[in-house]
Every structure is written in structure tokens, then in C-alpha cells.
């Protein structure tokens, strides 16, 4: 089993209403010995629906829905969230990078994982960013199970840099 440790701390920017999601600023800091990776990364999740101007800045979009094609309906919709997570309780769809291939993933445990999709969307947005492998995303999250719901290559490079979140060197974190 692969061991990962990671740490993350979320600023609310805005807190959201009845009609806009919140919008949050997310640090992680990811260390994985097996891959020999330690990075630190900051993104921008926002949950949809949410102003126009927040939800094109994302880089990790949260919404409820069925289904892999919404994930990637949104995603395509929003070209620079390099992560899109679709769900429905349980149930969770996560389009990662910009191709087409699109996660399906079921909570392993009971309750409402709304928070835990949430979560795991970043986690995936940083597991991406450090440059790790998409197909061994899936062994970081004990709690969910994972399919491939699309049969697109996958991509775990950068859709895009800003300078706030990534370096020039589109798929590595910035570090302070």
C-alpha cells in the first residue's frame, strides 16, 4: 500500500450564498515517500455555481451532479481546472487534467462525503501538479474506491500556469 502524507489548510474567499458556492484558497504540502516527492502548492476550489469570475479562475471545481459525461462537459466548459469533481452522495466523478478521462469513485465508508470529495479534488489537484502519476492517484485515497469511468489517456501535466499557483515550470509547485 502506498503511504502518503499530506496536509492542507483552506481560506474561505468568499463564503458563499444561496445562489454562488464559496470559493476557497488551498495549500497543500504533499510528501510522498515513494515517489521521493515533497512539493507545496496552492490552488483555488470553487464550488459551482458560483460568479462567472471565480468559477474561470478555478482550478478545482466542485459541483453536484451524475455522471462521468457532466464532469467532463464541465471541465471542457471550464478549460483551466485542471481538476473537475462531479457527485452525488456516495457517487463522485472527477475529470482530472484536460483530456477527457474521468474518474468514478464511490465512498467506502457511511455518511454524506460531500467534504471528502471536496477534499480528495484538491488532494488529486496537488497529487498532479508534483508531477506523480494519475494512475496511482487512486492508492492515496484508501476511502474511496476507483474505476476509470472514460478511456482517454491520462494527463497529469498542468493545463495552465499562474503565476500565483505555479511556477514557470508549469508542472512543479511553488515553494516559499
Not at 466542485?62 to 467532463?72: K, L, Q, S, V
Not at 457517487?91 to 483530456?99: K, Q, V, Y
Request: charged share 20%; aromatic share 6%; glycine share 8%.
Amino acid at each position: 500500500m502506498t503511504t502518503l502524507f499530506a496536509v492542507m489548510s483552506r481560506r474561505a474567499l468568499t463564503r458563499g450564498t444561496a445562489s454562488h458556492g464559496p470559493v476557497y484558497r488551498i495549500r497543500t504540502v504533499l510528501w510522498h515517500p515513494d515517489f521521493r516527492i515533497s512539493a507545496v502548492e496552492e490552488h483555488l476550489s470553487v464550488r459551482l455555481p458560483a460568479h462567472k469570475r471565480w468559477s474561470q479562475l478555478a482550478d478545482v471545481l466542485i459541483e453536484h451532479g451524475t455522471g462521468a459525461p457532466r464532469a467532463a462537459e464541465t471541465g471542457a466548459s471550464h478549460p483551466g481546472a485542471l481538476v473537475v469533481a462531479v457527485h452525488q452522495g456516495s457517487r463522485c466523478w472527477m475529470r482530472l487534467g484536460a483530456g477527457a478521462t474521468v474518474l468514478a469513485l464511490e465512498a467506502a465508508g457511511q455518511g454524506d462525503p460531500q467534504e471528502s470529495w471536496e477534499t480528495l479534488a484538491s488532494l488529486a489537484h496537488a497529487w498532479l501538479v508534483a508531477g506523480l502519476p494519475a494512475a496511482a492517484l487512486g492508492s492515496a485515497a484508501p476511502y474511496a474506491r476507483w474505476t476509470q469511468a472514460s478511456d482517454s489517456p491520462w494527463s497529469n501535466r498542468r493545463s495552465r500556469c499562474r503565476a500565483d499557483s505555479a511556477s514557470p515550470e508549469c508542472d512543479r509547485p511553488t515553494e516559499e
